[in-house]
């Protein structure tokens, strides 16, 4: 059974840290694309990171570029999304997403399989 859990989530103070992890089971990460993705209170869910595993190639929304990274440990069939300089704006549920492709997309309807999300809160 595919499956994707993530975990990680929690409370941080504006510019802190936090590292979000997405274990992966019932397939390799080595043959699937992962996203990530995050939803607030009353808004639309939106993509904002992705890893193809065709050539590792990684993708960012404009709003994460510089602060967020993407990273895969294949031996742990895990993908992470290290999150820094936090600003309360990034306040969400935050979702990883899992689809047997090679190339990833920032879009929600590329992805067949979900996890159940981890809330992370910016606040002081």
């Known amino acids: 059974q595919v499956q994707v859990v993530e975990s990680g989530g929690g409370l941080v103070q504006p510019g802190g840290s936090l590292r979000l992890s997405c274990a992966a089971s019932?397939?390799?990460?080595?043959?699937?694309?992962i996203g990530w993705f995050r939803q607030a209170p009353g808004k639309e869910r939106e993509g904002i990171s992705c890893i193809s595993s065709s050539d590792g190639s990684t993708y960012y929304t404009d709003s994460v570029k510089g602060r967020f990274t993407i990273s895969k440990d294949s031996a742990k069939n895990t993908v992470y999304l290290q999150m820094n300089s936090l600003k309360p704006e990034d306040t969400a549920v935050y979702y990883c997403?899992?689809?047997?492709?090679?190339?990833?997309?920032?879009?929600?309807?590329?992805?067949?399989?979900w996890g159940q999300g981890t809330q992370v809160t910016v606040s002081s």
């Open positions: 997403a899992a689809d047997l492709t090679l190339e990833c997309t920032l879009k929600s309807y590329g992805y067949d399989h």
């Open positions: 019932g397939f390799t990460l080595d043959y699937s694309a």
